[in-house]
């Protein structure tokens, strides 16, 4: 088997790299284990955050070129590369900055005479990441982690192999001590091997609810711990009294950031029923007038390919039988009538339970609009999905949309605002979206040992 590179606009194959044999992976993994103590107990936690910062400082210095990599590799617009790249820096200097006073010792007051909480690492973590977000996904787990005094293994989507080996050469070029972080050259039928080994203490993946639910059977028979950041189908409530053109913005801007290849994307827009006829028009308007197919390399590329053919027929199929069953093509529903995996941004209305616009998470430029009689409706059909991950609230009344988002099933909820993955706050989902955070001082205690000691 080997890793292939192809670029999903020209379909051309760009590089190929053999996976490694059971041996190798098997050595990678022991001295990862072996390194951990070093790592952990004797290299202090203001040199680990150092070492962070300098991982910033190669991002920015590279950012063109690693951008460029994430372009080729699964067709994200090349503006939206380098704010990719950008972000890794921010998580890196956030960390670098925070993880010390994130992982100080608690003081307890109790019967003893000292008496505190501390935080210390797990040992080695094996990571799981998906290809929508190739750097970004993988940093967001790997800052916080190594900060704490981790050692992280990548087994990264077997489409952005040349992603995944950059990223390892950046904390290289970064003074980091190998096997530090390591990128494991490895098929989806390796994987269980690694979360068996005795040296991986813990597994964090991002992915599809299946993949999660693999993951975290073979991890909970080894007891070992995991964060799983799966699928979502987030809400985008819109209130009869919320600023349409705020909104309207937002909604193209959330739907098909990333050609809507994104767990947090907006996917579900629930609209007031006085304002839903006026929302799609304009909605559709909007993504009309603003999305031009082409490389996406070139700056003035607003429509980049989907990442793979493969990822475009599923999301054609949802589309087709959602349509079948009575749903309403607004615009677009077709494949482009040129070389790429260019799918026309779609709008699809008139939406009932049975389809699958309603029940099925759709990963690509495709948004669902559905009407909602009242603010209850509305969330009503918000929470009415096995998905939890984000959503947000659009509406001049801030009481009224609080209210909302606080009964919103979902790890986070944005009023008036786009929902998004921040450093500062905590990043995760709940019901099929997965569990645990990432982010925040509840990311790197994650994967710590959280340990009482108590002296008398």
């Not at 680990?48 to 699964?74: G, H, Y």
């Not at 099933?409 to 008036?416: D, L, P, Q, T």
């Amino acid at each position: 088997m080997a890793f292939v590179s192809i670029n999903p606009v020209s379909g051309k194959e760009l590089a190929r790299f053999d996976t490694w044999d059971q041996t190798k992976l098997d050595d990678t993994v022991k001295r990862a284990g072996q390194k951990f103590a070093d790592w952990a107990q004797r290299t202090p936690i203001e040199e680990r955050c150092q070492l962070m910062l300098a991982v910033a400082d190669v991002l920015r210095d590279q950012q063109e070129e690693l951008a460029t990599f994430i372009s080729l590799e699964m067709g994200k617009t090349i503006q939206e590369a380098k704010s990719e790249i950008e972000k890794c820096a921010w998580v890196c200097e956030y960390y670098a900055e925070n993880g010390p006073a994130f992982l100080a010792d608690e003081i307890i007051e109790t019967d003893a005479s000292k008496s505190y909480i501390c935080y210390q690492p797990m040992g080695v973590v094996l990571a799981v990441m998906p290809w929508n977000f190739p750097f970004w996904q993988v940093f967001r787990f790997a800052a916080p982690a190594l900060v704490a005094g981790n050692i992280a293994l990548l087994k990264h989507a077997s489409n952005v192999p040349q992603c995944a080996i950059a990223m390892e050469n950046v904390f290289k070029q970064a003074g980091f001590p190998d096997h530090v972080f390591t990128n494991l050259m490895i098929g989806a039928d390796q994987v269980e091997s690694v979360i068996r080994n005795r040296y991986v203490r813990a597994v964090t993946l991002t992915g599809s609810e299946p993949a999660g639910r693999k993951v975290a059977s073979i991890a909970g028979s080894e007891l070992k711990k995991t964060v799983l950041e799966l699928g979502g189908s987030d809400a985008f409530i819109v209130l009869d009294d919320a600023d349409m053109a705020l909104a309207i913005d937002a909604a193209v801007s959330s739907r098909f950031l990333n050609m809507g290849q994104s767990c947090i994307a907006a996917k579900r827009f629930i609209v007031d029923q006085f304002i839903y006829d006026k929302f799609i028009q304009q909605f559709k308007a909007a993504i009309e007038n603003k999305f031009v197919a082409g490389d996406p390399l070139d700056p003035n590329t607003t429509l980049a390919p989907m990442a793979r053919q493969d990822l475009l027929d599923e999301l054609h199929q949802q589309v087709s039988q959602s349509i079948e069953l009575g749903a309403t093509l607004v615009t677009g529903g077709y494949q482009l009538d040129r070389p790429g995996c260019y799918y026309a941004p779609t709008i699809l209305s008139n939406i009932s339970s049975n389809m699958p616009a309603f029940n099925e998470e759709f990963f690509g430029p495709v948004a669902i609009v559905l009407k909602a009689s009242e603010p209850a409706h509305a969330l009503g059909l918000a929470n009415a999905t096995e998905f939890g991950l984000g959503g947000s609230v659009w509406s001049k009344d801030s009481a009224t949309a609080e209210t909302i988002a606080r009964g919103m099933e979902s790890g986070a909820c944005f009023v008036n605002g786009i929902t998004k993955s921040d450093p500062r706050i905590p990043f995760g989902g709940v019901k099929n979206s997965g569990y645990g955070r990432e982010l925040s001082y509840q990311g790197i205690r994650e994967f710590t040992h959280i340990k009482s000691i108590w002296i008398k």
